[in-house]
Each structure stands twice: as structure tokens, then as C-alpha cells.
Nanobody, 124 residues
Framework: QVQLVESGGGLVQPGGSLRLSCAAS????????MGWYRQAPGKEREAVAV???????NYEESAKGRFTISRDNTENTLYLHMNSLKPEDTAVYYC??????????????????WGQGTQVTVSS
């Protein structure tokens, strides 16, 4: 079982910045995909930024050039640096991990884990 603990959300003015953190249990090297998702009121959850073990990253179109996803492998922590925040970025942000390493062994079944979510509010 992977535990994910998020932090760093809050209230920020338009144009401001925030850094979200997601501390993961276990070894980050066993997670082939880590990412940040968000869900605004009345909307479906969407992927914001995804980091793959091969070093590649994907960003949602509106996040490109403003958000940066990064991993600290020594601290088992995933980050989302958010700059030039806009009111439409307001949402609950969730950390996500995908792994084939379950119960201490590799398997063919992918497990998906979610954090509890952290609120980001962009408002003046």
C-alpha cells in the first residue's frame, strides 16, 4: 500500500506562485508514473502534469509554460511548481502514483494510488 501525503495548497492572488509537495511511502523508483491531477467544482478530474520514469513529462495544455513537475528521488517526493496562477486554476489538486510493485513483489497488475487532495484557490 502506497501512502501519499500532499501539502502546499492555499489561497494565492492571480499571478502568484505555489509549490505543491507529495511525499510518497516506499521507493519512488518503483513508480513508473507519478502525476498531479485537479478537480474543480462541477468538473471532472483532469491530469495537470505527469512524470514518467524515463524522464519524460506531459502537461495539460493550459499548464504548459506555467507549471513544472519534478521529483526528488532521495526524498521520495513529487513537486508541482505553479507560476502565473489564474482563477481558473482553482481546484483540489491530487497526487497520483502508478506502480507494478505491489506487496514487495513485481506483478503484471498496475496499482493506482491517490493522495487526499489539497485545495488551491486563486483569487484577489
Amino acid at each position: 500500500q502506497v501512502q501519499l501525503v500532499e501539502s502546499g495548497g492555499g489561497l494565492v492572488q492571480p499571478g502568484g506562485s505555489l509549490r505543491l509537495s507529495c511525499a510518497a511511502s516506499g521507493s519512488i523508483f518503483t513508480y513508473h508514473q507519478m502525476g498531479w491531477y485537479r478537480q474543480a467544482p462541477g468538473k471532472e478530474r483532469e491530469a495537470v502534469a505527469v512524470s514518467f520514469n524515463d524522464g519524460n513529462t506531459n502537461y495539460e495544455e493550459s499548464a504548459k509554460g506555467r507549471f513544472t513537475i519534478s521529483r526528488d528521488n532521495t526524498e521520495n517526493t513529487l513537486y508541482l511548481h505553479m507560476n502565473s496562477l489564474k482563477p481558473e486554476d482553482t481546484a483540489v489538486y491530487y497526487c497520483n502514483v502508478r506502480t507494478y510493485f505491489n506487496g514487495g513483489v513485481w506483478s503484471n497488475e498496475e496499482s493506482v494510488y491517490w493522495g487526499q487532495g489539497t485545495q488551491v484557490t486563486v483569487s484577489s
